[in-house]
T-cell receptor
């Protein structure tokens, strides 16, 4: 069964450093997303991406964040200068189409720890 | 008022029990509704979509009441493997691919 993959599974970084989280969405999917979940809290939408551009972003997704699809398979989330409060699990998701009841498939997540 | 509100639980039930979870959402213009399941430190996985007419998938039944802005999930004949956190999820009224999650209801099924 096709699945979304994410690397690394755990990233530890120092405050102020840049990190890049990587995702490989399911191959025939066209819509891509990043969500985050701070430990003990709810899953929160960060950004959606389609046709090589951001379609929507949340207020969390400020100028420190960026997304890119550098080639036909990878989808990345970059945090330019990490803060302690960026520590969270980051989930990538993808879906085949945009529809009222489209299923978003989530990757296993990258746990980001900012020290 | 929270966008999606759930009782955090935990619900501790014996195997074979029937358990029901409820969820309310604040924006009446929301268009699509889901239950996701999340195991500890894992990704959310779609359990079922919730349609206006209600729907059933094996031991799981979901209902939607648009007038009350209320969604429910019923699990019959609970199994140990049902132990997880159940997330009520609603799509944004302005963008159906932006999912809004509740904090989840934790279920623990014991032998």
């Amino acid at each position: 069964e096709p699945e979304v993959t994410q690397t690394p599974s755990h990233q530890v970084t120092q405050m102020g450093q840049e990190v890049i989280l990587r995702c490989v969405p399911i191959s025939n999917h066209l819509y891509f997303y990043w969500y985050r979940q701070i430990l003990g809290q709810k899953v929160e939408f960060l950004v959606s991406f389609y046709n090589n551009e951001i379609s929507e972003k949340s207020e969390i997704f400020d100028d420190q964040f960026s997304v890119e699809r550098p080639d036909g398979s990878n989808f990345t989330l970059k945090i330019r200068s990490t803060k302690l409060e960026d520590s969270a699990m980051y989930f990538c998701a993808s879906s085949e189409r945009l529809a009222l009841y489209n299923e978003q498939f989530f990757g296993p997540g990258t746990r980001l720890t900012v020290l | 008022r929270k966008e999606v509100e759930q009782d955090p639980g935990p619900f501790n039930v014996p195997e074979g029990a029937t358990v029901a979870f409820n969820c309310t959402y604040s924006n009446s213009a929301s268009q699509s509704f889901f239950w996701y399941r999340q195991d500890c430190r894992k990704e959310p996985k779609l359990l079922m979509s919730v349609y206006s007419s209600g729907n059933e998938d094996g031991r799981f039944t979901a209902q939607l009441n648009r007038a009350s802005q209320y969604i429910s999930l019923l699990i019959r004949d609970s199994k140990l493997s049902d132990s997880a956190t159940y997330l009520c999820v609603v799509s944004s009224p302005t963008n159906t691919d932006k999912l809004i999650f509740g904090t989840g209801t934790r279920l623990q099924v014991f032998p």
